[in-house]
Every structure is written in structure tokens, then in C-alpha cells.
């Protein structure tokens, strides 16, 4: 529905799904693609922040025209095409005046009319009439990179509150984001006694918009540097997310998207937690969204919330628990009608026969999980789950049969999982290699494990996870005997003069 500050001369909003844009997605899942248009934007200097939900409002028609800086990334990706021959409306149509050439930079600092941020809902992404404001290659610049797309332009406090919120999940850091971005709404969550002591108007889309940003936001710094850093940081969006929750909102619609990203909220810093090895921490954050879910009758976040606490409870010596939460976030996801997310969460469960030291509960699981995953991506996958990938796969297959004691076939899964991953989520890529690296030790090739371990410890620069530490740890005291092998003095050497943590 238009603002009546919208002139009847703008076009109305196409009811036809953007198929050419569609095609080009292929066989990819919308996670899968969101990735790649990140991974595509990095390459050019771009940050945006695309999901599985932004790819779905483009091939659906809602977005009909993108920001400068989606749209440089999509030339990028596509070189040779024009907006139009991606299936968008050309600039001049949705904007309501003469288009620039598409590889024109938007001039920084241009004023921009005072109705720009009320045209046709779904014409384009909010923030279009904010980059005429402000230069997104400025890194000082409030709104640099920041790319939201959540359909905000209906909401009665989107004007100057809206731009608040979005400013603030750029100039803050992750434990300021959620906090920052609630000022303008009379909400300081300084602390749990600050959030009881002020009085809360009712929550709206910007603030599950918020939410819903963190949790994005939080994911993606974890990929890149692991959880150390970043688990005390998130406490404050958490706090935040649950003190909306009880200033309580007036649609329903609006209260599930909160529901559910404070659920999230809850996983991703339970997961902080665990990758931090903070174990009790990390179990009473899954069990506040686990009772989140049932609240809110949502599957999808308690299958979530299943699933992480299975791979607690393996890591925290508690297979049975592991299997039995793995098989529960099997049930409530079925529904759901994700081939991945099952695999996802059979995997899990193999986890736990692994721990059980059940070779052919695991098998069978293992079988299964690979069985699920060749189905193929689909619409139905959660956008948490962009992570879960073949390199994924093989990474948590090398994990149970490392349990299991056969170390040749873990470092042949760990090593493959370590050739496949992307480069840029360096959590993961330590991750596998230090898994590697601890099989070839454990299966008496100290050499390549040594070799192994001196490429972890090289991404250590960049990543902070206790967990990595602590495989690494035990890398180390395998190879202690072996010091007189190619190389394994040095990797000794490297990892004794490591900073311990506390």
C-alpha cells in the first residue's frame, strides 16, 4: 500500500515473480546463492548483508529495482548483463526520474527528496533513499555497507526511528547493536534491572527487524573469527530481544518474527558459549529457546534448538543425551519438509552412536544423513543452516570416526572437508584442518600432522575459539614423542609459544 505522499504517476508494483532473476539462481538453494552474492561482493570492496529471505523478495517480484550496491555486486556476478536482462524494472520507472548509468557511483552527500522514503512498498529496498544521503564507500560514513531489507515502509515509527536502528547496527558493536538501535523507543538495556525499570512501548517491526539483524550479524562474525570475542559482547541483543518479548506487540505477525529471533538470538549465543567452551552457559541459552519454540508453537526453532543441544551433549561427554535430542529435532523438523535439515540432524544423532562407541547405530545415521543431503537444497531450508554445506558433511563425518578410533577414514574426511570449505569462513576451515591434523597424529603420521597443525595455527591470527585450541592441544601431546620427526618440533615450538587462554 502507497504512503499518500506517492504521486500517481510511479507505476504500481508488478504482481510477477522476477523469473530471469530465478533462472539464474539454478540449482542453488536461496541460502547457497545469498552466499555466493556475499562472497561476489567481498571480491569487489561490497558488504551486504543477503539471505536466503532477500533472494526470495527479489525472485518474487517485491524488489523491483536494487540498492547501488546490490546492484554492483550483480554486475559483478553477471558481467555482460544489465539490470533489465536480470529481470528488474529500469531505475527511472521505480524511482520516478531519469536513471544514472548503471556503472555510475552514486554522488556521496546528495540531498534527497523528502518523500524518498515513503514510496511504493516493495518498489525497492528501504535504504535506497538513504544512499543518496550518505556514501557507502565511506568508512565513517553511519550507514557504510549496513544493507537492510526487511519491508519496513508500513510501520508508523519508520521514519526517523527506522534510520536510528539501522545506523546503529553499523557504528556499534555486536554487545551495543540491540541496545543502540532501541534508544529511540525509550528502551535502555544497559542491564537486566535497567530493562525492568523502564517503561517499553509495544514492539514493531523495526525492532523484530533488529532482532533479526543481530542474529545475521553475529553469525557472520563467528564464521570469520570464531567465539571468544564475541560471547560476552552478545549478552546485551540478547537481553534486548527478551525484554521486547515481554513490552509485548499489537500483531501477531509481528510477535512470531520476535518469538523467533529471540530464539535464534538465544542458539547463536548459546553457540558462542559452546564453541567457547562456557558447556553450562551454552545449555541453559539452548533450553531458552528450546522453551521459546514451545511457546510460540515454531518447529522450525525447536528442531533448531534440538539440534544444537545434541552436539552439546556429545562434546560435553553425554551421548545418550545427544542421540535422544538429535532423534526430537527429527521429529519437530519433518514437517518442516528439509531433506538438508534432516541430514543435518541425522548427523548429529551419529554423533551420539559414535559416543556410545555403537559402530552400527552410527553407520546407519551416517548413511542416512548422506542419503538426505543428495536430495538437494530446497526452499524449505532454514536461513541458519547457509553453513551446512558438503564440507560440513564431511567435517562431522570425520568427527565420528575419529570417536569411533578409525583414524585413517577421519583424516580422509577431515582433509576433504578442509579442501572444500571456503576460504572465507576461516572458523571452519581451523576447524577441519586442526581436526585433521589430530587424526593423522592419532593414526602415527606425525609428519603431515605436524605440517597440518602449523596451517591452524596460522589461522589462529584470525580466529578465537577455544574449541580449536583444545583439539589442538591434544594434537600437540600426541606428537610430543615424535619430536624428532620432519617438522614436528617446529609445529611444538609455534604452539608452545601460544598465549593461553584464561
Given at each position: ?7 500517481s504517476s510511479q507505476p ?8 530471469a532473476?530465478?533462472?539464474?539462481r539454478?540449482q542453488?538453494s536461496?541460502g547457497?546463492f545469498a552466499a555466493?552474492?556475499?562472497?561476489a561482493?567481498r571480491?569487489?570492496?561490497e558488504?551486504v ?8 523478495r ?7 529495482c536494487?540498492?547501488?550496491?546490490y546492484?554492483r ?17 529500469p531505475r527511472?520507472s521505480?524511482r520516478g526520474?531519469g536513471?544514472?548509468?548503471?556503472d555510475e557511483a552514486?554522488?556521496p552527500h ?11 512498498e516493495?518498489?525497492?529496498?528501504t535504504?535506497?533513499a538513504?544512499e543518496?544521503?550518505y556514501d ?6 553511519p550507514?557504510?555497507?549496513?544493507d ?5 515502509e508500513?510501520?508508523?515509527?519508520n ?12 557504528t ?5 547493536v540491540?541496545?543502540?538501535s532501541?534508544v529511540?523507543f525509550g528502551v535502555a538495556?544497559?542491564s537486566?534491572a535497567?530493562a525492568?525499570d523502564r517503561?517499553v512501548?509495544r514492539?514493531g517491526t523495526?525492532?523484530?527487524g533488529a532482532?533479526?539483524?543481530a542474529?545475521?550479524k ?7 573469527h ?10 546485551a541483543?540478547l537481553?534486548t530481544?527478551?525484554a521486547?518479548l515481554?513490552?509485548g506487540t ?6 512470531d518474527?520476535?518469538?523467533?529471533g ?5 542458539i547463536s549465543?548459546?553457540?558462542?558459549a ?6 553450562d ?7 531458552e529457546?528450546l522453551a521459546?519454540s514451545r511457546m ?14 545434541a552436539?552439546l551433549?556429545?562434546d560435553?561427554g553425554?551421548p545418550?543425551?545427544?542421540?535422544r535430542a538429535?532423534q ?16 543435518l540432524?541425522?548427523?548429529?544423532e551419529?554423533?551420539g552412536w559414535a559416543g ?7 553407520e546407519q545415521a ?10 538437494g537444497p ?6 541458519w ?5 558438503e564440507a560440513e558433511?564431511?567435517g562431522?563425518?570425520a568427527?565420528?570416526?575419529s570417536?569411533?578410533g ?6 580422509r ?12 569462513f576461516?572458523?571452519?576451515l581451523?576447524?577441519y ?5 589430530d587424526d593423522l597424529a592419532?593414526g602415527?603420521r ?9 596451517q ?9 575459539s577455544?574449541r ?6 591434544g594434537?600437540?601431546?600426541?606428537l ?5 620427526a620432519s617438522g614436528?618440533?617446529a609445529?611444538?615450538?609455534r604452539h608452545?609459544s601460544?598465549p593461553?587462554t584464561?
Amino acid at each position: 500500500m502507497a504512503s499518500s505522499t506517492v504521486t500517481s504517476s510511479q507505476p504500481p508494483r508488478p504482481s510477477r515473480p522476477n523469473l530471469a532473476f530465478r533462472r539464474l539462481r539454478a540449482q542453488r538453494s536461496p541460502g547457497e546463492f545469498a552466499a555466493a552474492v556475499r562472497r561476489a561482493a567481498r571480491e569487489i570492496g561490497e558488504r551486504v548483508s543477503c539471505d536466503a529471505r532477500y533472494i526470495g523478495r527479489v525472485e518474487a517480484g517485491e524488489i523491483r529495482c536494487p540498492n547501488y550496491a546490490y546492484e554492483r555486486v550483480f554486475l559483478h556476478m553477471f558481467p555482460g548483463r544489465t539490470l533489465t536482462d536480470l529481470g528488474f524494472a529500469p531505475r527511472s520507472s521505480v524511482r520516478g526520474r531519469g536513471a544514472r548509468d548503471t556503472d555510475e557511483a552514486p554522488p556521496p552527500h546528495t540531498a534527497s527528496p523528502s518523500h524518498a522514503s515513503h514510496e511504493t512498498e516493495g518498489a525497492y529496498e528501504t535504504y535506497e533513499a538513504q544512499e543518496n544521503r550518505y556514501d557507502p564507500h565511506d568508512p565513517h560514513d553511519p550507514c557504510h555497507s549496513y544493507d537492510p531489507h526487511d519491508p519496513y515502509e508500513n510501520h508508523e515509527q519508520n521514519d526517523e526511528e527506522s534510520d536510528v536502528q539501522r545506523r546503529a547496527f553499523m557504528t556499534g558493536g555486536t554487545a551495543t547493536v540491540a541496545a543502540a538501535s532501541m534508544v529511540p523507543f525509550g528502551v535502555a538495556f544497559g542491564s537486566p534491572a535497567a530493562a525492568a525499570d523502564r517503561r517499553v512501548h509495544r514492539a514493531g517491526t523495526s525492532e523484530a527487524g533488529a532482532l533479526e539483524e543481530a542474529v545475521r550479524k553475529i553469525r557472520l562474525l563467528d564464521d570469520r573469527h570464531g567465539a571468544d570475542g564475541l560471547y560476552r559482547r552478545a549478552a546485551a541483543p540478547l537481553r534486548t530481544a527478551y525484554a521486547l518479548l515481554d513490552a509485548g506487540t499489537t500483531r501477531q505477525a509481528t510477535a512470531d518474527r520476535l518469538y523467533a529471533g529471540a530464539g535464534e538470538l538465544a542458539i547463536s549465543v548459546g553457540w558462542l558459549a559452546h564453541d567457547s567452551g562456557r558447556f553450562d552457559d551454552a545449555r541453559s541459552h539452548y533450553a531458552e529457546a528450546l522453551a521459546t519454540s514451545r511457546m510460540s508453537g515454531d518447529p522450525g526453532l525447536e528442531a533448531h534448538a534440538f539440534c544444537n543441544t545434541a552436539f552439546l551433549a556429545r562434546d560435553a561427554g553425554r551421548p545418550r543425551e545427544a542421540v535422544r535430542a538429535a532423534q526430537a529435532a527429527q521429529r519437530a523438523a519433518r514437517p518442516l519438509g528439509s531433506p538438508r535439515l534432516l541430514s543435518l540432524l541425522a548427523l548429529r544423532e551419529a554423533g551420539g552412536w559414535a559416543g556410545l562407541a555403537d559402530r552400527a547405530g552410527c553407520e546407519q545415521a551416517l548413511a542416512r544423513a548422506q542419503a538426505l543431503y543428495e536430495r538437494g537444497p530446497s526452499e524449505t531450508d532454514p536461513e541458519w543452516m547457509t553453513f551446512y554445506g558438503e564440507a560440513e558433511l564431511e567435517g562431522l563425518e570425520a568427527q565420528c570416526w575419529s570417536t569411533l578410533g578409525d583414524w585413517p577414514r577421519a583424516a580422509r574426511h577431515a582433509r576433504r572437508a578442509a579442501a572444500l570449505q571456503d576460504p572465507h569462513f576461516t572458523r571452519n576451515l581451523a576447524l577441519y584442518t586442526a581436526e585433521l591434523a589430530d587424526d593423522l597424529a592419532r593414526g602415527g603420521r606425525p609428519d603431515e600432522a605436524a605440517l597440518a597443525g602449523l596451517q591452524v595455527l596460522d589461522l589462529l591470527n584470525e580466529v578465537q575459539s577455544s574449541r580449536i585450541q583444545t583439539m589442538l592441544a591434544g594434537t600437540a601431546r600426541v606428537l610430543l614423542p615424535h619430536r624428532r620427526a620432519s617438522g614436528v618440533s617446529a609445529f611444538l615450538d609455534r604452539h608452545a609459544s601460544l598465549p593461553r587462554t584464561a
